[in-house]
């Protein structure tokens, strides 16, 4: 794969991801819901952490928004590195699995950057309002930016029967965690690198000389 081909999936991911966020943005409340089918809806949340929605607050005595620019500040340096193996598995003409792989996570972590970094600037609230592109009062700052999350896949939501221990008779909900397109960039590009591990690195064969 080249360049040129490694871009398209990039750009690709990008545009889908970027509209994605801003129509949920602009046309959804915090929290509000939409459902596609009983197993799938549109859930808008933001993240203003890590995975998980995990704050290094929770774990480091420093303010929320000192944690979010240092997390943010990492992330860019995360993508300088992912940005700079993808360039370097291209000039050498790696695998076509390893740089379609690596374009996918590259692709997302720079979808998911573009939340952190901008957002806080160009969107309002979205507590009790619709939010507004290029809003006149921004929610935050720059490096501050919550990313949106949207695609909620609530397979089973039941309850567990009263005689499982501990969490009988509480709500059992699964697969919980709702995320975005390039949340799925990221996840399918580790898949990838994970299922077809051979393909990515295959092990350089050795010539065999015979006496």
Known sequence: MN????????????????????YIKTNF???????????????????SGA?????LSDFLPISESTGKLILTIFRLFAISGIGY????????????TLILAVSLIFAGAVGNII???????????????????FADDPYGKIFHG?????LYFPLIDSTWPDWVPWVGGNRFRFFEPVF?????????????????NKRAFPKKQKDETSD
Not at 180 to 196: E, K
């Open 3 to 22: 360049l040129k081909k490694s871009l398209i999936i990039i750009v690709l991911v990008l545009v889908i991801d970027q509209i994605s966020k801003i």
């Open 29 to 47: 409340l915090y929290e509000q819901s939409h459902e596609i089918f009983s197993w799938f809806k549109i859930y808008f949340i933001e993240n």
């Open 51 to 55: 995975a998980w929605g995990t704050k």
């Open 85 to 96: 193996w993808l360039w370097d598995i291209i000039r050498k003409q790696s695998p076509k």
């Open 115 to 133: 939340d952190s970094v901008f957002y806080g600037v160009i969107f309002n609230d979205s507590h009790g309002q619709v939010a507004t592109l």
């Open 146 to 150: 919550k990313v949106v999350d949207m």
């Open 180 to 196: 975005n397109i390039a949340d799925t960039a990221i996840s399918t590009g580790v898949g990838v690198l994970i299922v077809f």
